[in-house]
């Protein structure tokens, strides 16, 4: 019997036993501001949800929401938090999966509900701030050294005149030292930095200085000349000015609601660093929202996690060094460093060596590092002498490199200690990296990264700790998580005490005269062209045949609607032969593509505002796509998109398994349900808004369950497709053969 708390329930909302009541009379006025009719009123499954997240803060409890796109979930949730204010003068942080869903909050559902609240309830003055990572706001230290080496003058630190140096559109200097920009982006580039010369040199308090307020379309490698890692941050007092960061944070520290970044909370939870829950600087929180919950274990686990190998070692010795101005001492450390890289590549080839694939789980008694550990402490430790104070240099640039410098070594150390400690609900393992490093070395590689990350939201997120005369008092945050998409055991696995809840979609009667294609390849000519052989003469399925057939059907589906079409393939590979092949093909149609280069904001926006064009991209795309109307009329999704088999997600299998005995079952919750969610995610890419109609087609055949009269002998296995089909039923219209689908395309569209 499988571990229900493991395996997660959900329950249905009854609508009809709660009436609307005062608790509502906030969302109802942003909803009709933002409708623009008098008489609107929130949705069922909207006003449901703001009341479930109202309970939870006045109880201090968790509640868990699966709310179908275009639920309306955000002013469900900031109505929510501005009523805390508002009633009780309670604070709330808001976390948003990512920075274009944040700027979706910043420019248009913020503002509704900051004028809903000023119209019903003009005595209370509610703010709200917006909180990003550090690297996210320009620089003052950064901004200074990149003007100084692109207008060729060392040692200036005026804002302005590096800028009007900047702008008179004289050769820039030294762009070779900034590695991953293009030659066609210097000009872009040469703005950026004068755009950031004078936000500082203006000092306006009011100007963010961020990403999202940057007029310059540019590159992430663009940004990373202006901004910097939190460990290299300055607070520009030497130059006059103050950090734009630390504007945010002053902000953040007087506001009521503070929305920020699933990276950020991901910080707290995997490294117990009070960045905002328990900050002294911020102030106390008493609730969290998260949006787009489903993702935010993933992005703990992703900053949990480490890795070392002798590459590492040797990319710090050079940064190292860098920093020291090549003196002869940090040079001699370096080539130890190297002989170091050696030693640990030969430790662990041969620690993982025994086992037939190339990768070894580390157990509770190994040691992966044997006596490299020591050595790499040691040459960790000189290093740091190496560098001295070279951090507090009068030079930018030289105190710039040896900070990220000293970080590095600083990180280098805790994933030492991390790799050589055993801890429940991790993972550790050796493997051979296959990318290899900027000079072409493939090293082996020892990883550790948290799999259980249930506790460490709860520990070091959902409940912080204070001490008052002596006394140490646990403070509980109530914690409601909502997300259009959620495996059964999420709760379980963001480490919430409820269960999930399902509201209903809005979007019923648009899914209903909606059709799916899914199409069915059980023999000929087509089966032959999709499978290889198997074991036992047995046919299996071949990915690079099916992308070679799935061309075809996605150039005949889309000559069909004329464009008008949203392409997301499994792979970069298999997308980037679609837009070719599109291109080919179809020479009158507009294809837009992830891979065109500039930043995937305007890509998206210029595919949106072209209704006969096509966009392909890959799982970047499935989620945070939005073109309500005719441009989105046809989603194709290649193929599943399921991952891989990796040592991480084996390992999540394996905990899993040990708690309810059954591997099969514990691989679909873990491959499956990752898979089901984005593919979910893409499919909801097609209907945004009640008046949406359009057509979805999954091109795998094996997602169709074998028939007596239509054998399938690539089907899924029952449970697996099970779970892949619950991202499609709500569809109408459903049909099997190219022909019809297409036929429904003149018809509907």
Known sequence: MADLALLGTTTDTDLTTVPIGDDSALLTRAVRITTGLLDAKPREGQDALHRAIVAAMESRGHTAGQAPTGSGKSFAALSAAFLAAIRRGERTVISTDSLALMAQLQDKDVPIVVEAAAELYPDVSVQAAFMKGVANYIDPAKVIATAQALAGMPGDVRYSRLADALDKGKMLHGVDQFHGIEPDEFEPLRRLVSWACRMYYNDDPTEP?????????????????????????????????????????????????????????????????????????????????????????????????????????????????????????????????????????????????????????????????????????????????????????????????ASAAKDSLDNLKQTVEALTRHRTGWARWVEKDDRGDARGREWWGAHVSPIDVGYLLRDNLWSHTVTVDDVVETITLSVSGISATMPSNFPFQAGLSTQLVKYPSPFTAAYERSGLYIPRVASGPEFGQITTDGWGNKRRFDVRGHAQWATQQIIDLVRETGGRALILSATAREGKAYTEALRRALPRVKVHSQWDGGSSTRIVREWREDVGSVLVGTKTMMTGVDAPGETCSLVIIDRVPRSPGNPLDEARVEQINERIGNVSEAQRAVYAVDAALLLQQAVGRLIRTSSDVGLVAVLDPRLLKSMPTAPSPLAYPEPTRNTYMEAVRPFGRKMTDLDDAKAYIRRAL
């Open 209 to 401: 200085g961020d990403r999202h307020a940057c007029p310059v379309e540019h590159s992430p490698a663009m940004w990373a000349t202006v901004s910097s890692p939190s460990s290299e941050a300055d607070d520009g007092s030497r130059y006059g000015v103050t950090a734009k960061v630390t504007l945010a944070r002053d902000a953040a520290a007087g506001a009521d609601v503070v929305i920020t970044n699933h990276s950020i909370l991901a910080v707290q939870a995997a490294k117990a660093v009070p960045v905002i829950v328990g900050s002294m600087r911020l102030g106390h929180f008493e609730h969290i929202i998260v949006d787009e919950a489903h993702t935010l274990p993933s992005h703990v686990r992703s900053q949990g996690a480490a890795k070392l190998s002798g590459g590492v070692l040797t990319r710090i010795g050079r940064a190292v060094t860098r920093a020291c101005s090549n003196t002869t001492a940090s040079l001699n450390w370096r080539d130890a460093g190297e002989h170091l890289a050696e030693e640990l590549d030969r430790v662990l080839r041969e620690f993982a060596a025994a086992e037939r694939d190339g990768l070894r789980r580390v157990k509770e008694n190994d040691r992966p590092l044997s006596d490299t550990e020591e050595l790499i402490k040691d040459w960790i430790a000189a290093g740091k002498k190496h560098l001295g104070k070279s951090d507090e240099s009068h030079d930018v640039t030289t105190r710039l490199r």
